[in-house]
């Protein structure tokens, strides 16, 4: 548990208006006052995240919701209640209390409580209502341990609270409350049928699906190339048998081009590669421990120097249609169907 000393001065900075990371249930976040323009700008500027992207403000209250938006319906009160503190983030119009610094120049704001003790007491202790990206650089993977934030933010932020590593590991379900029928804008922890089992139908921003020929999706954060190792990343879809077969034939060829080539496996599968740095991302019984390690693990093939990385797929049900969606991105949609 963080210590006390630690939270006094890292409330202290946010209301100053300067930048804390801290540990949330899903990533590590990079937090500033999300009510004061100049505080939000710092959070651009440390990660260099391109300024029509807006931010999530995270709150540790049901009743400050209220203060920040321009009215809330009954269905997102229902998701609230059921699933509020955890990994949804819900976009509401909002009202002048949120600066345009904070929300990239839009004139709605996504919320979302967090379920962590450290970042509960933080927002509490602050100004409670904190903006917060994950606290990586732009484009790079999202940090599931403090020292992933040490990594790419050394030196750019005063402080950083160490929580242990984080519980799910991938980033919440958005969902779009101003549009006509609540609308998901980025797969999460929580699936498509968690939410429609409380409020009925919800759609899949038709945006999402596909690389460049996709259409454009409405999360503006969700257009860019993301989560992605430096290295070159490929997912093998098809068969698991067949799947292994060409992977091992793709190390092969990598080796004899000279290439260092990594492999992302799974338990049920990482004994099957004889050749290039083979790592189990989770098991396939619990997709949640793929979540959970995905970006670290790309993080240990950047930190090897791999040059190519070759990865297993995953159904795109359930939880798995949100670690599609990362993987995709991380591959910047190169895909290799066998
Ligand atoms: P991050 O916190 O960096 O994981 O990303 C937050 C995501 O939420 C990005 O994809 C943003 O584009 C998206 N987002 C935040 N606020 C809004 C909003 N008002 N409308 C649509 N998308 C939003
Ligand atoms: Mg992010």
Redesign the pocket.
Same mark, same amino acid.
């Given at each position: 548990m963080q210590q006390k000393a630690d939270l006094t001065e890292a409330s202290s900075i946010i209301r100053s208006g300067g930048l804390v990371a801290f540990p949330t249930e899903t990533?590590y976040?990079l937090g500033a006052d999300a009510l004061n323009p100049k505080a939000s700008k710092r959070i651009y500027e440390a990660k260099g995240?391109p300024s029509d992207?807006? #931010?999530?403000v995270h709150i540790a209250r049901l009743s400050d919701l209220e203060a920040i938006t321009a009215g809330i319906s009954d269905k997102a009160l229902l998701l609230a209640e059921r699933f509020w503190p955890g990994p949804l983030?819900m976009?509401f119009q909002?009202n002048d209390t949120v600066p345009l610094e904070t929300?990239?120049g839009?004139d709605?704001?996504?919320v979302r409580m967090p379920n962590h003790p450290v970042a509960l007491a933080l927002i509490a202790e602050s100004t409670g209502y904190i903006a917060?990206?994950?606290a990586n650089m732009s484009g790079r993977p999202?940090p599931t341990q403090a020292f992933h934030v040490k990594e790419d933010m050394e030196g750019r932020i005063p402080m950083i609270l160490d929580g242990g590593p984080v519980g799910i590991g991938i980033?919440?379900t958005?969902v779009?409350f101003t549009e006509d029928i609540p609308m998901i #804008?980025?797969p999460g922890y929580i699936t498509k049928a968690q939410l429609e089992e409380v409020i009925g139908e919800i759609r899949m921003d038709p945006g999402l699906s596909g690389g460049e020929r996709g259409g454009r999706p409405?999360?503006?954060?969700?257009k860019y190339r993301h989560y992605a190792p430096r290295a070159e990343m490929i997912l093998v879809k098809g068969r698991q048998e067949t799947v292994i077969v060409r992977i091992n034939e793709l190390v092969q060829e990598a080796a004899s081009e000279g290439k260092k080539a990594g492999i992302i496996a799974t338990d049920e599968t990482c004994r099957c590669y004889p050749a290039g740095i083979v790592k189990s991302v989770g098991t396939r019984v619990h997709e949640e421990t793929v979540a959970k390690h995905l970006y670290g693990i790309l993080r240990e093939f950047d930190a090897l120097n791999v040059d190519i990385i070759y990865s297993e797929s995953f159904s795109e049900e359930g939880i798995g249609q949100a670690l599609m969606n990362r993987m995709l991105k991380a591959a910047g949609h190169h895909v290799l169907e066998v």
């Open positions: 990533v976040g995240r992207n807006p #931010l999530i983030t976009i909002k929300t990239g839009l709605t704001v996504a917060a990206p994950s999202s980033e919440s958005i779009d #804008l980025r409405k999360a503006p954060g969700m």
